[in-house]
C-alpha cells in the first residue's frame, strides 16, 4: 500500500507541471494569433475587434505581460501595414495600464536601438514610424517625438559621415509625417519647420550623381524617374500646403478618441543617434518606378497624383504587404486585393506598378524574381476580368518604351515576360508587335522579341515557337538548337585531323581508357608547331577540336549525357588546357559547336568551370573576344559572365569562412586551456594543427582573392578597351557614337558595377589607380563615378 502511494506520488507531480506548461503555450499562442490576426476578415467592426482584443489582453497582463510586449514590439517591425490597428490597440491598452504603455514605449525605443545596430534599416524605419503614430493615439507626448525628429535630423551635420546615412535619417522623418505630420504641426508648428527648413537646405546640396545608374528609364517622359528623396520631400510639401489633410490612411484610433484622450502620455526615453561605424550598411538610394498616371486608369477612381502624399502611402503599403507575404504567394494576393480602401483607388494598376517597380529596383529587387511571376500569375486568376488587361496594358506601355529602357530591366522583363507566356499557352497578340520587323535586328525592341522567343523556347521547344508567331516574325525566331559537327561525313575527310576523329570516335564507342585515347590524339598533326619546337610544350589547338568536337557529338542527346562526357573524360580535358590558349580554345570550340543552343553553352561553360577545366578569367576573356563579337549583346552571355562571378565570389567566401572557423577554434581551445579544464600537452598537438591548418588556409585565401581580384581586373579591361576603340572610331569618321550596341555595352558595364558591388568596393583603390584613372574617356569614368557615388 505505502510503496504504491509513494509511486503513485512521484510519478503524480509531472504530469500537472506537463500540463501547467502545455496550458501555459497554448495560451500564449493563441495571444500571439489574436494579435497577429486582428485587422483581418471578420463580422465584427475594426473597433470592436480591437476593444475586445485590449480587453483580453488587459486581463491576461498580470501573468503574460513580457511575452505580449514581445509580440506587440515584433508586429510593430514585421506587420507595418497594419501600422494604425496596432497602435490603436497599444493606446487602448495604455489608456487602461499606463505602466504596461510605459515598458511598450521603452521596449520599442531598445528594438529601434537594435535594429540600427544590426543594420535592419528598413525595419528601424516602420520602428519609427509606428512611435510616431503612437503621437496620434495619446500614447507618447508630440514634444518627446519632435525632439527625437531633431536628433534625427541633427545627423545632416555630421562631417565625414556617408550621404547614405544622412540620407536614411532623413527618409525616417520624412516617411513617418504622412502619420503623424498634422498633430506635430498642431503643436509644435515653429519646431517642425525649423525641422523641414534643415531637410529642405540638405536635401538641395547633396550630390545625384548615382541617380543615372538607378534609374529604370533614362527619358524623362511621360513620367519622370525621380529620386527617392526628392520624390517625397515633393510629396511632403504637397501635404503641407494642403494643411497636413490626408485621405488615404486608415485612424481606427479616431472612434475611441473620447478614451483615448484622457490617456496619460509617456515622454521617449533619450535617443542620440548612434555615430557613424564603418561595419554600418545603410540602404541605397533608389529612384521611384513610375509606369501609370491618372489618363491610363480610364474608368474608375482616379490615380493620386506621383507627389500627392496619397500615392505615396499606398504604394508604401503594397510594399509592406508584400514584404510580409512574399512566401505565401497565395495569402499575398489575397492581401493585396483585399487593401483597405481599395473603392476609393485604382487598386489594379497600383498594384501592378508596384510589383514592377519591386522586380525592376536596382541593384536588385527585394526577392527573387520568379517570385514576381507567380504573384502575377495568382493576382490574375482572383481577378479574371480586370486584372489580366491592366497587366497587358502595362506591358505594352514596357514595349513602347523599350529604347530607354536600362538594359537590366529589360533582362527581368525579358524573363518575366516569357514565363508569364509559359503559363498562358505563349498566347500574345504578336501582330500588334509588328514595328518591330522593319528595324535593325540591333534595336532593343527586335531584340527584346528575339530574346523573349528565345527564353519561351528553354520552356517549351522549337517547334512549338514556330507554331505560336506569325510566319513574318520569322526573322526573330531562334534557330533550331541543333549541334554542329565539323567533321560530319566523308565531305569533311579534307578538314585537318578527319582520320584521328573517326579513331576517337571509335575508341570512345569501344569504351577505351585515358590511356589510350591521349595515344590517339599524339598522331593529330599541330598547325602552332615548327619544325624547331619542343611538342610537348606547344599548345594544340587541332588536338581540343578533334576530341571535342567529337565527344560532345556523342554526348549531344542531352545535358546528362554531355556532363556524364565531361565527368567521364575529365583526365584527357584538364590535360588538353593545361594552357591558358587551351582554355580560351576549348571555349571556342564549345561555342562552335552549340552556337545554336545558347543554353547547352551556358549550362557546359558553367560545369567547366566547376570541373575546374577552364578557370573564371579564361571564361571573361572569352566572353570580349573578337569570336564572341557577334553575340555580345545576347542575353546568354551575360547569363554567363555573371555565373561566373558569382562562382569566383562563393569560392571565396567558402575559403573564408573555413579560415574562420579554424580561428574561432583556436581561440576556444585557448580559452579552455587558460580556464584549466584541459590537459596543456594534448592542447599544445591540437594548437599546432590548428595553426598549420590556418596558415594553409590563409595563403588559399589569398589566392582566391587574387584570382577574384584579377577577374575583375580583366572584365573592366575589356570593358575599357571595347568602349574606348567604339568611341575613337565614331569620332573619327565624324558619326554619333550613342548607337545601340554602346547602350547595352556601357549599361551592361553599369550591371557589372551594380550587381557585385559588395565585392568591388574591396578593390576600389586598384581600379583607381590602374583602369579608372582621370586620362579615361569621361563617358566610361562617368560610369565609374555613379559606383562610387552610391555608397558616399
Not at 490597440?89 to 536601438?113: D, I, S, T
Not at 518627446?144 to 559621415?161: G, L
Not at 557546359?604 to 549583346?633: G, L, Y
Request: aromatic share 10%.
Amino acid at each position: 500500500m505505502s510503496r504504491r502511494r509513494h509511486s503513485d506520488e512521484n510519478d503524480g507531480g509531472q504530469p500537472h507541471k506537463k500540463r501547467r506548461a502545455s496550458e501555459s503555450i497554448e495560451i500564449e499562442d493563441r495571444l500571439e494569433s489574436l494579435i497577429c490576426r486582428v485587422g483581418e476578415k471578420s463580422t465584427s467592426s475594426l473597433e470592436s475587434n480591437l476593444e475586445g482584443l485590449a480587453g483580453v489582453l488587459e486581463a491576461d497582463l498580470p501573468n503574460y505581460k513580457n511575452k505580449i510586449l514581445r509580440i506587440l514590439c515584433a508586429v510593430a517591425r514585421l506587420l507595418p501595414e497594419k501600422l494604425t490597428v496596432y497602435t490603436t490597440l497599444v493606446g487602448l491598452l495604455n489608456a487602461r495600464n499606463y505602466n504596461f504603455g510605459g515598458e511598450f514605449v521603452e521596449a520599442m525605443v531598445r528594438q529601434l536601438k537594435e535594429t540600427i545596430k544590426s543594420n535592419s534599416f528598413y525595419e528601424a524605419v516602420y520602428v519609427v514610424r509606428f512611435l510616431s503614430d503612437l503621437v496620434n493615439c495619446h500614447v507618447i507626448a508630440a514634444p518627446s517625438m519632435v525632439a527625437m525628429f531633431e536628433n534625427f535630423v541633427s545627423v545632416i551635420q555630421e562631417e565625414d559621415a556617408p550621404q547614405v546615412r544622412r540620407d536614411w535619417y532623413v527618409y525616417a522623418v520624412l516617411s513617418s509625417l504622412p502619420w503623424v505630420g498634422k498633430e506635430l504641426y498642431e503643436k509644435k508648428d515653429v519646431e517642425i519647420d525649423r525641422i523641414l527648413n534643415q531637410i529642405e537646405s540638405y536635401l538641395k546640396r547633396r550630390q545625384k550623381t548615382h541617380v543615372i545608374m538607378l534609374q529604370v528609364w533614362t527619358a524623362e517622359k511621360p513620367h519622370p524617374q525621380e529620386e527617392y528623396l526628392d520624390c517625397l520631400w515633393a510629396q511632403i510639401q504637397k501635404l503641407k500646403k494642403d494643411r497636413w489633410q490626408e485621405r488615404h490612411i486608415l485612424r481606427p484610433y479616431i472612434a475611441f478618441d473620447s478614451v483615448l484622450c484622457e490617456a496619460l502620455q509617456h515622454n521617449l526615453p533619450p535617443f542620440t543617434p548612434p555615430p557613424h561605424s564603418e561595419t554600418a550598411v545603410y540602404p541605397m538610394p533608389r529612384v521611384i518606378f513610375r509606369m501609370f498616371d491618372y489618363t491610363d486608369a480610364p474608368e474608375g477612381p482616379v490615380m493620386p497624383g506621383s507627389h500627392s502624399v496619397e500615392r505615396f502611402v499606398i504604394e508604401e503599403n503594397l510594399h509592406c504587404i508584400i514584404k510580409s507575404h512574399w512566401k505565401e504567394r497565395k495569402t499575398c494576393a489575397a492581401q493585396l486585393l483585399s487593401y483597405p480602401g481599395k473603392n476609393k483607388i485604382p487598386l489594379n494598376y497600383h498594384i501592378v506598378e508596384v510589383i514592377f517597380a519591386e522586380l525592376f529596383m536596382l541593384p536588385f529587387p527585394p526577392h527573387i524574381d520568379v517570385m514576381y511571376t507567380t504573384l502575377l500569375i495568382e493576382l490574375c486568376k482572383l481577378q479574371p476580368g480586370s486584372l489580366p488587361q491592366v497587366l497587358a496594358q502595362a506591358t505594352e506601355m514596357m514595349y513602347l518604351r523599350l529604347d530607354s529602357m536600362n538594359t537590366t530591366c529589360i533582362d527581368r522583363f525579358m524573363s518575366w515576360f516569357s514565363h508569364h507566356l509559359s503559363n498562358f499557352q505563349f498566347r500574345w497578340s504578336w501582330d500588334d508587335w509588328s514595328d518591330c520587323l522593319t528595324q535593325d535586328l540591333e534595336k532593343p525592341k527586335p531584340k527584346f522579341v528575339k530574346e523573349v522567343l528565345e527564353k519561351c523556347m528553354r520552356l517549351s521547344y522549337h517547334q512549338r515557337m514556330v507554331d505560336i508567331v506569325p510566319a513574318s516574325f520569322a526573322p526573330l525566331l531562334p534557330v533550331n538548337p541543333l549541334f554542329v559537327y565539323k567533321y560530319m561525313d566523308e565531305s569533311s575527310s579534307t578538314l585537318p585531323g578527319y582520320p584521328v576523329t573517326i579513331a576517337i570516335h571509335n575508341a570512345i564507342k569501344n569504351r577505351a581508357n585515358n590511356e589510350e585515347i591521349l595515344n590517339v590524339l599524339k598522331d593529330v598533326p599541330n598547325p602552332n608547331q615548327g619544325d624547331d619546337d619542343d611538342e610537348v610544350d606547344s599548345f594544340n589547338p587541332l588536338k581540343i577540336e578533334v576530341f571535342l568536337q567529337t565527344l560532345l557529338h556523342l554526348a549531344a542527346k542531352s545535358f546528362s549525357h554531355s556532363f556524364s562526357a565531361l565527368a567521364k573524360f575529365h583526365e584527357i580535358l584538364k590535360a588538353l588546357t593545361d594552357s591558358d590558349e587551351g582554355k580560351l580554345h576549348i571555349l571556342r570550340v564549345l561555342y562552335d559547336v552549340w552556337k545554336n543552343h545558347p543554353q547547352m553553352i551556358s549550362v557546359i561553360v558553367d560545369k567547366m568551370i566547376r570541373t575546374q577545366i577552364v578557370d573564371c578569367a579564361a571564361v571573361a576573356n572569352w566572353i570580349f573576344s573578337p569570336e564572341m563579337a557577334h553575340d555580345f549583346t545576347r542575353f546568354y552571355v551575360w547569363e554567363i559572365l555573371h555565373s561566373t562571378i558569382r562562382k569566383m565570389n562563393k569560392h571565396v567566401q567558402k575559403i573564408q569562412k573555413e579560415l574562420d572557423e579554424a580561428k574561432e577554434k583556436l581561440e576556444k581551445q585557448h580559452r579552455r586551456r587558460d580556464s584549466g579544464d584541459e590537459d596543456d600537452d594534448k592542447n599544445s598537438d591540437e594548437d599546432g594543427l590548428l595553426e598549420e591548418q590556418i596558415e594553409r588556409l590563409q595563403e588559399k585565401v589569398e589566392t582566391a582573392q587574387s584570382e577574384q581580384k584579377n577577374l575583375f581586373l580583366v572584365i573592366f579591361q575589356r570593358f575599357i578597351m571595347i568602349l574606348t576603340e567604339h568611341l575613337v572610331r565614331c569620332e573619327t569618321a565624324g558619326v554619333d557614337s550613342n548607337t545601340p550596341w554602346y547602350k547595352n555595352c556601357i549599361e551592361r558595364l553599369q550591371q557589372i558595377f551594380l550587381m557585385h558591388y559588395q565585392i568591388i568596393q574591396q578593390y576600389m583603390l586598384t581600379l583607381e589607380n590602374l583602369l579608372f584613372t582621370a586620362e579615361l574617356d569621361h563617358h566610361i569614368l562617368a560610369v565609374y563615378q555613379q559606383f562610387c557615388a552610391l555608397q558616399s
